[in-house]
Nanobody, 126 residues
Framework: VQLQAFGGGLVQAGDFLGLFCAASGRTFDLTAAGWFRQAPGKEREFVSAINWRGSSTYYGDSVKGRFTISRDNAKNTLYLQMNRLKPEDTAIYYC????????????????????WGQGTEVTVSS
């Protein structure tokens, strides 16, 4: 499985931006998918995740209410709509996918995901 993230860029605080993650290869093995981010000088952190059917979504506290994750399995694409962006959202955003069925709490852990995209950079100016 290969993941490729798109959509990063430079925006101003309060703006919105949409990220995309295209999956190719053995995509029928995939279950949950998610987004993580890494800001300069900081560790990678959980942003959001979604189960295979799209019926359950999970968000980090810092993005809850501003970001929305979704997926289109027919198009093998994962999305992250980011609204009301803040300078502290500045980071490299990585998409990730799992081949395992994740249970409560599993969606938040980086170790739950076997496949990672290359990252796309988001910069939010104040």
């Amino acid at each position: 499985v290969q993941l490729q993230a798109f959509g990063g860029g430079l925006v101003q605080a309060g703006d919105f931006l949409g990220l995309f993650c295209a999956a190719s290869g053995r995509t029928f093995d995939l279950t949950a998918a998610g987004w993580f981010r890494q800001a300069p000088g900081k560790e990678r952190e959980f942003v959001s995740a979604i189960n295979w059917r799209g019926s359950s979504t999970y968000y980090g506290d810092s993005v809850k209410g501003r970001f929305t994750i979704s997926r289109d399995n027919a198009k093998n694409t994962l999305y992250l709509q980011m609204n009301r962006l803040k300078p502290e959202d500045t980071a490299i955003y990585y998409c990730a996918a799992s081949i395992n069925r994740l249970y409560s709490g599993g969606h938040y852990s980086q170790s739950s995901y076997q496949y990672w995209g290359q990252g796309t950079e988001v910069t939010v100016s104040s």
